[in-house]
């Protein structure tokens, strides 16, 4: 649309009339298009969580005149799996891994997008299902933050401090690969300490702050879980090593700071991403991606407990957007 | 929600949603206001539990020789005689009592004698997490006798001491074997500790005794056999609210006595005990509320049997039994007032019930009871400039009500350089012994009637109403961060003012009715006490920590310290902080699982209140360990050697002779 908008504002007509051809235009032109005819979002549970993205993707893709947008309890789609592929063309949005793990069921001609799942998890099932290639009929918006980016939080909040400790059992230690290459070229040295038993976690993680100065913390169920955190966050305050969390629960527990997406700002990037295809019959997914629209939030009581500076979080969060948007 | 992960076909974990979006616990603090040293209005030495172990401490009292200003004797006390010293900025007796200790958050200050019997408390040193001393009076924090200084002891949560830990020790004269398990039952973790130490204490002679002008030949009677159990419960009701529980016993056989005194040397059994229950609630962040109960108990049963030799009498017993118990309950709530302020306050209420026939000549227990209301604010006048100012006002049943204020101003004048101003006033309350004492011996008197066939040797009591010792304290301090160097300097003027003394009082000349008809008064060799002793000690702190290397660590204190006084009533005040003392630690890991450290004090002489002059002395200790796998478990191997240069010196009493090179090695297990 904004191609045809800059096509007429080349004609140099009097720009009201120009304004005013253009919404008769689109309106006279909408109905006769066929386009995108259903979303339909599945929630993987009841959940504040999971409603916010779908109120959100509502509120963004109701906007206009597009297309019918139906919520579904995972219960609910299970017993309607077999009409997705009818009644017209159709993009299914899974909130959140039980979801996502049902609709990568459907038919390979109904475009699924998941959301509010992590990219290992998304990768993981996309691996089980065959569909790893297939990024136009099965695509996700993660849910975490790319290391990149919380490398990024790291160098702002945290100037002098480059050595970045990763307790990582074996679901995190998956990810390592990509977090090592995204610590490429930066000057921060990234130590891990890989732990196989919850036993372990304390003791491991008291070796790793011997040779650590900030501890990121990445997502794993042995490492980070009820029975660990609180033991966890003890021992780094008792070593003065501040944590980089994942999650605003992390910064409210005892974290220094972290980088998260909260479900209306998924909601929000999958809504835009849904208005882009809602003209297309046959819509085709982006490839998956990370979030777009995130928050910074840091514990200041921590950072004043530990004698450590750090900026407002509003500064701190523009540096890091900043500082994504330079990369390639 | 969902679980934190969802199973997939292959077995392998999924990360779910919720990782992301599920609640986290929140992890409450631990000292009254958690703020960062260079923030702090006092200097702090900190201890941490790898220097505890570095150091080759056998004994919680050893620890505190790593504080510079402070002053610690092994085996001081002629009464409970396997007591340590432990003063800071001198100015005390064998019982520690211008200076307040705390265990998470409890008083473990003696109701009855008004000090710490180190040895006795219910707490294992593999417990402590670390220790943070607080160099100056903080009364407006702590309360009365937070005087001199405090000593805060942390434990460790339940949460990090997960699994089975087991340690063996034996050497000269000394033997422990410690064993802890912890666990967890749902949302409930848990740690328990027990643990069996018997100790030789000093030798029994004193070896070449010709010094200090003293030719005295024996050491103090002072083995100890301690059985010690500790249980922690840290529950999580929600994730913002904690309970936590705690229990501690530490019982067992103690020597008691001297080799020439009234009554023969004998054993005596101890028994005490703590109860602590704490719940605490995260508000918001940074706004926490808690709410904490304890109770303890410190028991021991002992009697006295006359020496003839001595005493003159034969076959004389005495009840000599203690029992003295607190309950203690306290409401405290910290939060932000607004964003450059933190508010700390709360109240407090005490019960303490001491029954001690022996020094109170009473057959009942004596109550008395403690109220207190504090605040302490924390206020960041701008980045550079931090302002605490805090308060506390007490009543007790013997001084009424005291108040205690602080104020101290921190200024960054430079990244990593701070310079603090502190002004700081503490009361001591007197002990119930300084307030109530009357410690008497019927004997009888040889003499036929109409004479009385008995009589009161008077020893000690209290003749008058005391007034609460003061102080007040200023200081000026430095905390400068370095690449490698972190130093804490610090001049202070401590002005002590109203110090309890004793004094040579016949009371049976001026305080009538002293005893029943029949029985004759003799209180030619009693002592009062009164506040008679005024002191300004001056001086000069210095504390470094400095990184040589990523393995490599020295820590060094330096301490200055002259008193003014006119020792009021003989009491050497002036001669009881050493002039000079200095303490080194060097730690190393060598790679391979090897480490050494190595420690060394120098004690300029002195002579401590009830003590005797003593010379200056160095001592070096030593610790070389090894740790290594065994499967799964992780094991450590070490030798620890007190006193390498075998120098025999004296602290505190000419009986009180440092045992010579002490060597004891240590296994302990880890699974």
Redesign the interface.
């Known amino acids: 649309m904004t191609h045809r908008f800059g096509h007429w504002a080349r004609w140099r007509l009097p720009g009201l009339v120009a304004r005013l051809g253009l919404l008769l235009a689109v309106l006279a032109h909408a109905p006769a298009v066929r386009a995108l005819d259903n979303i339909t979002l599945v929630l993987s549970e009841e959940g504040q969580a999971y409603t916010e993205v779908a109120d959100k993707i509502r509120q963004v893709v109701g906007q206009k005149n597009g297309p019918k947008v139906e919520t579904l309890s995972l219960q609910a789609f299970l017993g309607r799996q077999g009409e997705m592929a009818k009644g017209g063309s159709r993009v299914v949005v899974a909130v959140g891994l039980a979801a996502a793990q049902a609709a990568a069921a459907l038919d390979s001609r109904v475009p699924v997008l998941s959301v509010l799942v992590p990219r290992a998890t998304f990768e993981t099932l996309a691996r089980e299902r065959g569909r790893q290639g297939d990024s136009r009929g099965f695509s996700a918006i993660y849910l975490d933050q790319p290391f990149a980016r919380q490398l990024q939080l790291i160098r702002f909040a945290l100037p002098d401090r480059s050595r970045v400790g990763v307790l990582a059992g074996a679901v995190a230690a998956e990810q390592l690969p990509l977090l090592q290459a995204a610590g490429k070229g930066s000057r921060l040295k990234i130590n891990v300490e890989k732990v196989s038993r919850e036993d372990d976690v304390i003791p491991s993680l008291r070796q790793l702050l011997r040779d650590s100065d900030v501890l990121l913390a990445v997502p794993d169920p042995l490492v980070y879980n009820r029975n660990t955190i609180q033991g966890l966050l003890l021992t780094t305050y008792r070593y003065q090593i501040p944590v980089v969390g994942f999650s605003l629960s992390y910064v409210r527990a005892g974290a220094l700071v972290a980088v998260y997406s909260v479900p209306p700002q998924i909601g929000q990037q999958v809504g835009e991403m849904l208005l882009g295809l809602a003209g297309d019959r046959n819509p085709a997914l982006p490839p998956p991606q990370y979030p777009k629209y995130f928050s910074v939030s840091v514990n200041y009581q921590v950072a004043r407990s530990m004698g450590i500076e750090v900026d407002n979080e509003a500064v701190l969060y523009d540096k890091v957007r900043r500082a994504g948007e330079q990369e390639p | 929600?969902?679980g934190?992960?969802?199973g997939?076909?292959?077995g392998?974990?999924?990360?779910?949603?919720n990782?992301?979006?599920?609640?986290?616990?929140?992890?409450l603090?631990v000292s009254r206001l958690?703020?960062?040293?260079?923030?702090a209005p006092a200097a702090v030495t900190v201890i941490?539990r790898q220097m505890i172990k570095d150091s080759g401490a056998w004994e919680l009292a050893d620890v505190f020789r790593l504080v510079p200003g402070m002053y610690v004797a092994y085996h001081a006390s002629s009464a409970y005689t396997t007591n340590s010293a432990v003063s800071y900025h001198g100015l005390s007796d064998a019982y520690s009592r211008r200076m307040q200790v705390l265990v998470d958050g409890r008083s473990v200050y003696s109701p009855l004698f008004g000090g710490v019997l180190w040895s006795d408390i219910p707490l294992a040193l593999d417990d402590i997490?670390?220790i943070e001393v607080i160099r100056g009076p903080n009364s407006a924090m702590y309360g009365a006798n937070s005087f001199l200084g405090i000593i805060n002891i942390i434990t460790r949560?339940s949460?990090?001491e997960?699994?089975t830990f087991l340690s063996v020790s034996k050497g000269t004269g000394r033997s422990e074997g410690v064993a802890r398990h912890g666990g967890?039952i749902g949302?409930l973790?848990y740690r328990v500790t027990a643990s069996l130490r018997n100790d030789d204490g000093l030798d029994e002679r004193v070896v070449n005794p010709i010094q200090n002008n003293n030719t005295w030949g024996y050491n103090k009677t002072d083995d100890k056999k301690i059985r010690l159990l500790t249980f922690r419960a840290?529950y999580?009701a929600s994730?913002v609210d904690e309970v936590e529980f705690q229990f501690g016993y530490n019982g067992g056989d103690r020597q008691e006595g001297l080799v020439s005194d009234a009554f023969y040397p004998r054993w005596k059994s101890v028994d005490n005990h703590f109860e602590l229950l704490r719940w605490r609630s995260q508000l918001g962040?940074?706004n926490e509320l808690s709410l904490q109960f304890y109770h303890s108990y410190e028991g021991s049963k002992d009697t006295l049997l006359s020496n003839p030799a001595e005493s003159g009498y034969a076959g004389l017993t005495y009840n000599a039994d203690m029992i003295a118990q607190r309950y203690d309950l306290e409401a405290q709530h910290t939060f932000?007032p607004s964003a450059a302020t933190?508010l700390v306050w709360g109240g407090s209420a005490r019960l303490d019930r001491v029954y001690s026939p022996l020094y109170l000549n009473r057959q009942q227990a004596v109550a008395s009871h403690l109220s207190r209301l504090f605040a302490n604010l924390e206020w960041r006048v701008e980045?550079r400039l931090t302002l605490n100012v805090g308060g506390m006002a007490e009543n007790n049943d013997f001084t009424g009500t005291d108040v205690m204020p602080r104020a101290a101003l921190n200024w960054h004048f430079l990244p990593g350089q701070t310079l603090r101003v502190g002004r700081s006033s503490a009361t001591r309350t007197p002990s119930l012994l300084e307030s109530k004492a009357d410690y008497r011996f019927r004997v009888p008197t040889g003499f036929p009637a109409p004479l009385p066939a008995q009589a009161d040797l008077i020893y000690r009591y209290a003749a008058a109403t005391l007034k609460p010792e003061r102080i007040v304290s200023s200081e000026i301090g430095y905390l400068g961060e370095f690449s490698s160097v972190k130093a804490d300097l610090r001049l202070f003027r401590d002005e002590v003012s109203d110090m309890i003394g004793f004094y040579r009082n016949n009371v049976c000349n001026t305080v009538g009715g002293l005893t029943p008809a029949g029985v004759l008064c003799l209180g030619g060799n009693n002592f009062s006490m009164r506040n008679s002793g005024n002191a300004v000690i001056k001086g000069f702190e210095a504390q470094f920590d400095w990184r040589l290397g990523?393995d490599t660590r020295l820590l060094y204190g330096f301490s200055h310290a002259k008193v003014s006084s006119n020792d009021e009533d003989g009491t050497p005040y002036t001669a009881s902080v050493p002039t000079n003392s200095q303490n080194l630690m060097v730690t190393h890991r060598f790679g391979s699982g090897w480490s050494g450290s190595l420690m060394g004090y120098q004690v300029g002489e002195t002579k401590a209140i009830g003590g005797s002059l003593v010379n200056s002395y160095r001592r070096w200790d030593g610790r070389v360990a090894k740790q290594f796998k065994i499967g799964r478990s992780?094991a450590e191997a070490a030798l620890i050697v007190q006193n390498l240069s075998n120098e025999r010196s004296w602290e505190y009493d000419f009986d009180n002779q440092l045992p010579g090179r002490a060597a004891w090695a240590n296994l302990r297990l880890?699974y």
């Open positions: 929600m969902a934190l992960c969802a997939a076909a292959d392998q974990e999924l990360l779910a949603e990782a992301y979006l599920g609640e986290v616990p929140v992890v603090t958690a703020q960062p040293q260079d923030e941490d997490e670390r949560h949460t990090e997960q699994g967890r949302d973790s840290d999580r994730p962040v940074g932000s933190r980045p990523p992780n880890e």
